[in-house]
């Protein structure tokens, strides 16, 4: 009988042990989930904020292409802005000088063939280098 108490003694010891050992293996798998699930909302996290950066990086790319357009833009405006001129120029050239031919028919006591007035008191001036007209509209194009 002594014999059998100290074998149920040493199973009761043992099956404490068991007790403990599955109670810490509850415990570890318990840390092992919450670690999976922190590794997980972790990875969900990394995949997140890549798709931003990249979505960053499409931004800056799309603003650097914007910048350049802009800088084009800024060019062209001013290169017209400097035809737009230049052609006004000759314009008003041609247009003084087509008066001046008018002026050079111009006769005392005749109408002028533009207003009609029969007195000229400030005839326009012809100019002999002028414009041409086609020249003056391959400017405008």
Request: aromatic share 6%; charged share 30%; net charge positive.
């Amino acid at each position: 009988m002594k014999k059998q108490t100290a074998k149920l003694i040493e199973q009761r010891n043992q099956l404490d042990e068991n007790k403990q050992l599955s109670a810490e293996i509850y415990q570890a798998r318990i840390k092992l989930v919450k670690k999976q699930t922190d590794a997980y909302e972790l990875k969900e996290k990394i995949t997140e904020l890549t798709t931003r950066q990249n979505s960053l990086r499409d931004l800056v790319s799309n603003l650097e292409q914007k910048n350049k357009q802009v800088i084009l833009f800024n060019k062209l405006e001013t290169d017209y802005q400097e035809s737009e001129k230049n052609y006004q120029q000759q314009q008003l050239a041609y247009n003084r000088n087509i008066a001046g031919v008018l002026a050079n028919e111009l006769k005392k006591d005749t109408a002028c063939p533009v207003c009609g007035s029969l007195d000229h008191p400030v005839p326009a001036i012809f100019i002999r280098r002028c414009w041409v007209k086609r020249t003056i509209r391959s400017s405008r194009r």
